[in-house]
T-cell receptor
């Protein structure tokens, strides 16, 4: 079953923060995050494995709570280049590599 | 860095025609995937392969078929294209921890 993301859309001014949530009805082994700009292919941002770790690079980080079957992506001090659609992708067990993508969150950053 | 190539980038074709979308990679990765994405919508897995002569259907039912005769190539075929097949088709490989996607084929069936 497809993970549900919230919110569906976010509008920000440069420098503002945002949180994107990804929720699954199934148990999760790992969560991926991708960003897709208009007319381009999705680009891998990061992966979080079972263990509740938080990862990040630059001003984008994420957390994973496997008990709640949820992951959140945190964008701080947003830049114009952050604009795009963000997708989470979930993997239910360690025995599979099939990535099921979430419903997507459209993020627009304005000057 | 892994390279993955998809051709054609855009394709407009008439109903009933047979089409093959090409996907190739240069690094010898075993795991390859096909996703279908309508404009502004989420990605749906339609086929995947874990190696030569290994292909499986994904979670979204598709009338397309795939083959994996060589590690480098994972073509997708539609025997008889219909307007309902109009969509973007994205090929991906598993590279390390994440997926790397090709630039996609935007298919329009008229």
């Amino acid at each position: 079953q497809q993970p549900v993301q919230s919110p569906q859309a976010v509008i920000l001014r440069e420098g503002e923060d945002a949180v994107i949530n990804c929720s699954s009805s199934k148990a999760l082994y790992s969560v991926h995050w991708y960003r897709q700009k208009h007319g381009e292919a999705p680009v891998f941002l990061m992966i979080l494995l079972k263990g509740g770790e938080q990862k990040g690079h630059d001003k984008i980080s994420a957390s994973f709570n496997e008990k709640k079957q949820q992951s959140s992506l945190y964008l701080t001090a947003s830049q114009l280049s952050y604009s795009g659609t963000y997708f989470c992708g979930t993997v239910p067990t360690a025995n599979t590599d099939k990535l099921i993508f979430g419903t997507g969150t459209r993020l627009q950053v304005f000057p | 860095e892994a390279d993955i190539y998809q051709t054609p980038r855009y394709l407009v074709i008439g109903t009933g025609k047979k089409i093959t979308l090409e996907c190739s990679q240069t690094m010898g990765h075993d795991k390859m995937y096909w996703y279908q994405q309508d404009p502004g919508m989420e990605l749906h897995l339609i086929h995947y392969s874990y190696g030569v002569n290994s292909t499986e259907k994904g979670d979204l039912s598709s009338e397309s078929t795939v083959s994996r005769i060589r590690t480098e190539h994972f073509p997708l075929t539609l025997e008889s294209a219909r307007p309902s097949h109009t969509s973007q088709y994205l090929c991906a490989i598993r590279t390390g921890l994440g997926y790397t996607f090709g630039s996609g084929t935007r298919l329009t069936v008229v």
